[in-house]
């Protein structure tokens, strides 16, 4: 079996541009929640220095220099254009695992002698219906297919393409010998840290490695991958993902909140999330744990959790929330200010129990589930704030809304974000 890696190129940034193309060719950064780091640099912005993670003040008088344009992160437009990628991806090989929001790994249906021919016609159908530029690495496993992708990625290839079988021995051997090993998929800063003191610098440096000295002191996860570097599969293709265990959703408030009523929104908001996020995988839950906290990085720092077992598994919101605001009651104190709540959905099963056989049954699970179906068409319809459950369907900002000065519109996927032109 012969493997590709298909990997979008500053895939956040390429999503910004597809909408606003007069931001091509300049440095772009996206921030993550709350417009606090950077999670995503064009390739302009990386030559400038801006680093991954940076917190944004520490590089704001560089960015006014320069003109970096910086935007908010926009998780609705990239979690549409990611669906949008995956399935035509998925639609050019015979198998596909999705690996990361910008990632997947394909099982290539041609012949290794077609295989560039293949994934030049991968690239520029995902050019041309999607508009996003991607690099495409081929090789036998999949560590050797992330090792090529970065290789594309850095331009060591032509055309954004990189296959393992096309590249003379001499020249892996000099581009192992280049590639730190801290580059590698599943290495880790701290496992590079331990490696490098003892002589493993590269690539090649690893794949050279004793693999008896390698086990016994780093185990059977780093010698896996010292089998992948040297062409011996070791990974196979997960086509089907396995069952969440946990679903989780926070975030981060703009400001402090200090007030019981403003938590209690703000967990309204994320146990309706999770509530999406169940159906979306056909699951339901049967335990909730609630956790709200202070700035980590302030005097007096504080973090409340509380759970809450459900009388069965439930995805229905009445039965969550009445879980949810006891939970929170339990874990808020007053007198803190706090930075951030959020939900643990957890004891995951793919199916509901049968309740109990005795009791009068009112039609409620039935009536819920078809209650969240009619708020879901609503919203793929109409928009996210057409028909929701509390503050979730006002459509004005809370003054403790996660900051988002710099959000584009959500163009795919809320109609109230749709561009308008006028004919005069």
């Keep these: 079996m012969t493997l590709a890696l298909v990997d979008a190129n500053n895939f956040y940034v390429s999503c910004e541009r597809l909408f606003q193309p007069r931001l091509e060719g300049k ?97 520029q159908q995902v050019r041309r219906q999607l508009g996003l530029p991607v690099c495409v690495g081929v090789a036998p496993t999949k560590t050797l297919a992330k090792v090529c992708n970065h290789w594309a990625k850095k331009g060591r290839t032509a055309e954004g393409v990189c296959i393992w079988g096309d590249l003379d021995p001499q020249q892996r051997r000099q581009w192992f010998h280049e590639t730190p090993v801290g580059d590698l998929w599943g290495v880790g800063r701290r496992l590079a840290a331990r490696l490098e003191a003892q002589g493993v610098q590269s690539a090649g440096d690893l794949a050279r490695t004793d693999s008896h000295w390698l086990r016994q002191h780093y185990g059977v996860v780093l010698a896996r991958t010292q089998q992948e570097l040297r062409g011996v599969p070791c990974l196979s293709l997960e086509e089907v993902s396995p069952p969440r265990q946990q679903i989780q959703c926070s975030r981060s408030f703009g400001r402090a909140v200090t007030e019981f009523s403003d938590v209690l929104e703000s967990l309204s908001l994320h146990t309706q999330r999770g509530i999406e996020k169940l159906h979306e995988q056909a699951l339901w839950a049967g335990s909730v744990q609630v956790t709200v906290r202070s700035s980590p990085f302030r005097e007096g720092f504080y973090s409340g959790t509380a759970h809450r077992r459900l009388p069965e598994p439930s995805r229905d919101y009445r039965v969550l929330w009445e879980a949810v605001r006891s939970a929170a009651a339990e874990a808020f104190q007053p007198g803190v200010s706090y930075q951030k709540s959020g939900i643990l959905l957890f004891d995951l099963q793919a199916q509901a129990r049968t309740g109990d056989l005795f009791a009068v049954q009112e039609g409620g699970k039935e009536r819920a589930e078809r209650l969240q179906e009619a708020l879901r068409r609503a919203q793929d319809r109409f928009g996210k704030h057409t028909l929701a459950r509390g503050v979730g369907g006002l459509r004005q900002g809370r003054d403790w809304a996660m900051r988002s000065d710099r959000r584009s519109p959500s163009y795919l996927s809320d109609w109230w974000s749709l561009p308008v032109a006028f004919a005069r």
């Design 27 to 123: 440095p772009v950064v996206v921030l993550s929640n709350n417009d606090g780091c950077a999670v995503a640099r064009s390739n302009e912005a990386k030559a400038l220095g801006v680093t991954m993670g940076a917190p944004y003040f520490q590089w704001e008088k560089l960015a006014k220099q320069h003109g970096i344009v910086v935007l908010s992160s926009n998780y609705a437009l990239y979690g549409e254009l990611s669906a949008r990628l995956m399935r035509l991806l998925g639609n050019q090989a015979v198998g596909q695992e999705i690996y990361s929001i910008d990632e997947s790994f394909l099982e290539v249906p041609v012949a290794d002698a077609e295989a560039d021919s293949w994934a030049q016609h991968v690239r």
